[in-house]
């Protein structure tokens, strides 16, 4: 059975950072891929970064791209979403989501989501 678990939301003042974690069972790196998602109040949801399989590409989405990275830990089968200068406008419900490859519009498996909240 698929299990992601993410944590680490919080609240944070703009300029600050924080670093979530989706820790990952029932499948290994070299079959799926891991997905950040997040879903603003009265916004759509939008595919914030993705790493594929066996680590080969990481996507980032143009809103997070040279603020956000995605390091990994595969021993313990968990990748982290690494957020700097954060900005009100990354206020949002972050989910980990995973499946055979990176799709823009939406993964196989989701986790509950964890609030990030940036104040201004």
């Known amino acids: 059975e698929v299990q992601l678990v993410a944590s680490g939301g919080g609240f944070v003042q703009a300029g600050g950072s924080l670093i979530l974690s989706c820790s990952a069972s029932g499948f290994t790196r070299d079959d799926y891929a891991i997905g950040w998602f997040r879903q603003a109040p009265g916004k759509e949801r939008e595919g914030v970064s993705c790493i594929s399989t066996s680590d080969v590409m990481i996507y980032y989405a143009d809103s997070v791209k040279g603020r956000f990275t995605m390091p990994s830990d595969n021993a313990k089968n968990t990748v982290y979403l690494q957020m700097n200068s954060l900005k009100p406008e990354d206020t949002a419900v972050y989910y980990c989501?995973?499946?055979?490859?990176?799709?823009?519009?939406?993964?196989?498996?989701w986790g509950k989501g964890t609030l990030v909240t940036v104040s201004s």
């Open positions: 989501t995973a499946g055979p490859r990176c799709v823009r519009g939406g993964m196989d498996y």
